[in-house]
């Protein structure tokens, strides 16, 4: 069975689609799409239905990773269908946390951070959306950190 794996953050238009990208494209390379399945969401719905910002999808394209994902909210069902809750920093856990249906699905919600491991001076990944070039730039390179790590560990299972 396919392991489901959704990341999150506010406008799901600069990190958690840059995640998604990333994952995918690692899934792809390593040739375990028939092993696991990868979305991403906002706790904001603000920017529903919108390709990622274009300083985020200018800045993964210079990596190689295309960003087609369109912008939704994060809705109490994911809890039951995704077997991992991604979220980037301490205001998408906590509202994230607020949604679960039972306390018993608050396991599958992980900060990103516990797999950014290159990274340990950061507690999460931070909001570039009013930062400049560097701000993007630091987040892809969390975020290819932590995906390649969060890969490994799901296919050790
Ligand atoms: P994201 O960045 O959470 O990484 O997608 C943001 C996108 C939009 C806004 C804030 C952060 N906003 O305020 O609209």
Do not use: W
């Not at 995918?24 to 239905?49: F, N």
């Amino acid at each position: 069975m396919k392991q489901k794996i959704i990341f999150i953050c506010l406008g799901n238009i600069c990190r958690s689609p840059a995640a998604d990208g990333i994952m995918h494209h690692l899934v792809k390379e390593r040739g375990v799409e028939h092993l696991i399945e990868i979305d991403s969401a906002g706790t904001y719905g603000g920017h529903a239905g919108e390709l990622p910002d274009h300083r985020m999808r200018r800045a993964a394209s210079q990596r190689g990773y295309d960003l087609t994902h369109r912008s939704r909210k994060f809705r109490e069902e994911d809890f039951l269908y995704f077997d991992k809750i991604i979220v980037m920093d301490d205001m998408n856990y906590e509202n994230v946390c607020r949604m679960a249906p039972e306390r018993k699905y608050l396991d599958k919600v992980h900060r990103f951070v516990e797999y950014s491991l290159s990274f340990p001076d950061r507690s999460y990944v931070p909001d570039p959306y009013y930062e400049g070039r560097e701000g993007f730039e630091l987040v892809l390179d969390m975020l290819e950190d932590g995906c390649a790590r969060l890969l490994d560990e799901m296919l050790a299972k």
